[in-house]
């Protein structure tokens, strides 16, 4: 996906023009002659040779064209439009975007959002096909993502895709957003301080831990930090001075400042771990202060 100047614009694409194929390696002996190894496999992208993953030859990977097959039942399941698919890192990790019915934010905070149940495979042996989600809040464009535990299937021989496991994957999503939904809830329900915005930017940005080692921070940080800080000031002051405008100030740092090319809804990559820490730590907080 090419890097765009914000993480909310939509990049999808209907299909995909390459196939993931299955190539045997070569080594060099000590005499200089190149020997297959029968044991392990080499994945490669079928339009330019590129090697998306070394493995054992026991391996079973999901093919692209099984994938698009999959998001189709998936989408026939669910009753969730199919809007398109994307790539993260040149293919490592293909995803589909299945845009869902079932606005659980606004039921529970009576904010308006559109939520996508995201359909995901890796090519590099990461993670197993999984399912995950990206919430977009019209109001303010921040958009955030997340892997949903549980909402896997190992590549295997064995794995077998029934429509059931669809229809399961589709009521493993709904109770997961109604689950993160009451999280949010209860974060907007508990009252801050500043002092707790400085603290939580302090930990996602590693501050803490590199002032008790004694490390000189660099000037990028200051700035990452100012820019997160800018993000909570505006995200209080609509959401009010709660976790939950907290936790929305870190989506707009990742969604307007923090430019990158991580595929739509900050589902994987850098920024992915920043809002799923920030979603953690501000569940902390929210045990702590209740």
């Not at 097959?69 to 790539?87: C, D, N, P, T």
């Not at 990790?93 to 299945?98: C, E, I, Q, R, S």
């Not at 505006?234 to 991580?262: P, Q, R």
Request: net charge neutral.
């Amino acid at each position: 996906m090419a890097k765009s100047t914000s993480n909310a614009v939509k990049d999808f694409k209907t299909g995909f023009n390459w196939e993931v194929e299955r190539h045997t390696p070569m080594t060099m002996n000590k005499a200089g002659i190149y020997l297959p190894e029968d044991d392990y496999v080499a994945l490669k992208r079928s339009d330019n040779g590129n090697t998306l993953h070394l493995t054992n030859a026991t391996y079973t990977e999901t093919k692209n064209s099984t994938f698009v097959e999959y998001a189709h039942k998936l989408s026939e399941a669910s009753g969730y439009a199919l809007e398109g698919f994307a790539e993260f890192r040149e293919g490592e990790k293909v995803l589909a975007y299945l845009k869902a019915t079932d606005d659980m934010v606004h039921k529970h905070l009576g904010l308006a959002s559109e939520n996508y149940l995201v359909f995901g495979n890796s090519h590099n042996g990461t993670t197993p096909v999984f399912v995950g989600s990206v919430n977009f809040l019209p109001r303010c464009h921040n958009v955030w993502g997340r892997i949903m535990q549980g909402l896997k299937v190992r590549h295997t021989k064995h794995q077998v895709f029934r429509i059931e496991m669809f229809i399961d994957l589709v009521k493993g999503f709904k109770d997961e957003k109604e689950k993160e939904a009451l999280q949010l809830k209860k974060l907007s329900e508990i009252e801050i301080d500043h002092t707790i915005l400085d603290a939580i930017a302090n930990r996602l940005l590693n501050i803490d831990e590199k002032i008790l080692k004694g490390e000189l921070l660099p000037s990028s940080t200051g700035r990452r930090k100012a820019d997160l800080m800018e993000s909570f000031t505006k995200e209080t002051s609509d959401l009010g001075m709660n976790l939950f405008g907290a936790f929305n100030g870190v989506t707009h740092f990742t969604t307007h400042k923090k430019f990158s090319t991580d595929a739509y809804g900050n589902i994987l990559g850098g920024n992915q771990k920043i809002t799923d820490d920030a979603f953690k730590i501000c569940n902390e907080y929210a045990t702590l202060l209740a």
